[in-house]
């Protein structure tokens, strides 16, 4: 069975595209010289600015 040349360098090139995103993925979670992750970093950062907007929206006018 002869698939086009095109057809099988297209499957290749999502494998590769696959590994590289696991690996920036799996280089995020994994916690920085015993301090927290980028991940656990941005979530935290997002959970304070939320705190404070929705402190702000409390504020009467």
């Known amino acids: 069975m002869n698939l086009p040349v095109r057809r ?7 494998v590769e595209t696959l590994v590289v995103a ?3 993925t799996a280089l ?3 916690p920085i010289d015993g301090s927290s992750s980028v991940v656990a970093l941005m979530l935290a950062a997002i959970k ?3 705190s404070k907007f929705l402190s702000a ?3 009467p006018v």
């Open 8 to 14: 099988l360098q297209a499957g290749q090139s999502m």
């Open 48 to 50: 304070t600015a939320f």
């Open 57 to 59: 929206i409390a504020l």
């Open 28 to 30: 995020l979670a994994m």
């Open 22 to 24: 696991a690996l920036v």
